[in-house]
Nanobody
Framework: VQLQASGGGLVQAGDSLRLSCALSERAFSSYALGWFRQAPGKEREFVAGIVWSGENTEYADSVKGRFTISRDGTKNTVYLQMNSLKVEDTAVYSC?????????????????WGQGTLVTVSS
């Protein structure tokens, strides 16, 4: 299983970006996909996640109301629409796939990872 994240870039505060995470295939055990981010000097943190069935989503408090996660099961692709971006959203964003019963927030419980895409928000 390979994950390809894309869509990052340099934007100004208040702008929007849409990230995509495309999977080459879905593993038999695949249950959900999450977005994480890591800013320089900081730990990796959970941003948002979605169950492949689309029945459940999860958001970090810091992005609730600004970010929206969605998926296209026919394309094995998950999107992260990021609106009202803030300088503190600057980070490398990565997507990862996990099995059923794992934690949204613990990145060690994700099985497959993409390479990350850089989002830079300027003031």
């Amino acid at each position: 299983v390979q994950l390809q994240a894309s869509g990052g870039g340099l934007v100004q505060a208040g702008d929007s970006l849409r990230l995509s995470c495309a999977l080459s295939e879905r593993a038999f055990s695949s249950y959900a996909l999450g977005w994480f981010r890591q800013a320089p000097g900081k730990e990796r943190e959970f941003v948002a996640g979605i169950v492949w069935s689309g029945e459940n989503t999860e958001y970090a408090d810091s992005v609730k109301g600004r970010f929206t996660i969605s998926r296209d099961g026919t394309k094995n692709t998950v999107y992260l629409q990021m609106n009202s971006l803030k300088v503190e959203d600057t980070a490398v964003y990565s997507c990862a796939d996990r099995m059923y019963g794992r934690s949204w927030y613990d990145y060690t419980e994700y099985s497959y990872w993409g390479q990350g895409t850089l989002v830079t928000v300027s003031s």
